[in-house]
């Protein structure tokens, strides 16, 4: 069974940073993409980044419109971990982050547990 667990949420005031990792239980090139979605209360789900994982392709980059030029999206094939650098958040980043994570070759869905980021002073 594909666990992932994230970790690295909590609370910064606006302006701050965090990282968040999500740790796969195997081997990340098990996975074709991951990426990190997030979910304000009262508002949809919504895709923050995402990034391909390994073949020529791999290392592309996506980002939402809100998180552009803010938030980094990398790998850590080693540890089998995504991370989302997030800096100069703001109140509206405020959300559970979820980290997702999508089969290489098969069409399958993997999700978290979710950790809180909270943009407050």
């Known amino acids: 069974q594909v666990q992932l667990v994230e970790s690295g949420g909590g609370l910064v005031q606006p302006g701050g940073s965090l990282r968040l990792s999500c740790a796969a239980s195997g081997n990340i090139f098990s996975f074709g993409a991951m990426g990190w979605y997030r979910q304000a209360p009262g508002k949809e789900r919504e895709l923050v980044a995402s990034?391909?994982?390994?073949?020529?392709?791999?290392?592309?980059?996506n980002y939402a419109d809100s998180a552009m030029g803010r938030f980094t999206i990398s790998t850590d094939n080693a540890k089998n971990t995504v991370s989302l650098q997030m800096n100069s958040l703001k109140p509206e980043d405020t959300a559970v982050y979820y980290c997702?994570?999508?089969?290489?070759?098969?069409?399958?869905?993997?999700w978290g547990q979710g950790t809180q980021v909270t943009v407050s002073s």
């Open positions: 997702n994570a999508h089969g290489r070759y098969v069409s399958v869905d993997y």
């Open positions: 990034i391909t994982i390994g073949g020529s392709r791999g290392g592309r980059t």
